[in-house]
T-cell receptor, first 116, second 112 residues
């Protein structure tokens, strides 16, 4: 069964450092997403990406965050200057079609970010 | 804005009993409602979903019901087993981008 893969599985960084989280979506999927989950809390939407541009983003996704699809397979989330409150599990997801109900989201295993 | 409320936050049942988790949503345009199961430290896994043109859907021991008028939907697990113990999240979407809005989660404990 096709999977969304994420690297690294766990990253520890100092406050103020830049972090890049990487994702390889399922190959025939067209919509890509980043979600985050602070420990013990719900899964929160960050951003959706389609046709090489952001299609929707949440209030959480401020100027410190950016996403990129640098080649045909990778989808990255960059946090420019990490803060303590960025510590969370970050999930990448992909969807063959973005229209609600057209298809389901498949989540990656997550990248745990710890900011010290 | 869009919001999904989920109750209860924790639920403890005896093995073999039924479990019911309820969610309400705010956006009347929502038309897709998935349920995810998340085991400790793992990714959310889709267990069942329902679309707005259907009132009920069942898959073995799991069923979901949708009341569009009241804007709420529920997950029903029958004959619960210890391996059903996990955090369950409901979600809803009306977005053309497929963005999901999640509920706060329900920690289900099934006691053997």
């Amino acid at each position: 069964e096709p999977e969304v893969t994420q690297t690294p599985s766990h990253q520890v960084t100092q406050m103020g450092q830049e972090v890049i989280l990487r994702c390889v979506p399922i190959s025939n999927h067209l919509y890509f997403y980043w979600y985050r989950q602070i420990l013990g809390q719900k899964v929160e939407f960050l951003v959706s990406f389609y046709n090489n541009e952001i299609s929707e983003k949440s209030e959480i996704f401020d100027d410190q965050f950016s996403v990129e699809r640098p080649d045909g397979s990778n989808f990255t989330l960059k946090i420019r200057s990490t803060k303590l409150e960025d510590s969370a599990m970050y999930f990448c997801a992909s969807n063959r079609q973005g229209r609600s109900g057209a298809n389901v989201l498949t989540f990656g295993a997550g990248s745990r970010l710890t900011v010290l | 804005g869009e919001n999904v409320e989920q109750h209860p936050s924790t639920l403890s049942v005896q093995e073999g009993d039924s479990a019911v988790i309820k969610c309400t949503y705010s956006d009347s345009a929502s038309n897709y409602f998935p349920w995810y199961k998340q085991e400790l430290g793992k990714r959310p896994q889709l267990i069942i979903d329902i679309r707005s043109n259907v009132g009920e859907k069942k898959d073995q021991r799991i069923a979901v019901t949708l009341n569009k008028t009241a804007k709420h939907f529920s997950l029903h697990i029958t004959e619960t087993q210890p391996e059903d113990s996990a955090v369950y999240f409901c979600a809803a979407t009306s977005s053309n981008t497929g963005k999901l809005i999640f509920g706060q989660g329900t920690t289900l404990q099934v006691k053997p």
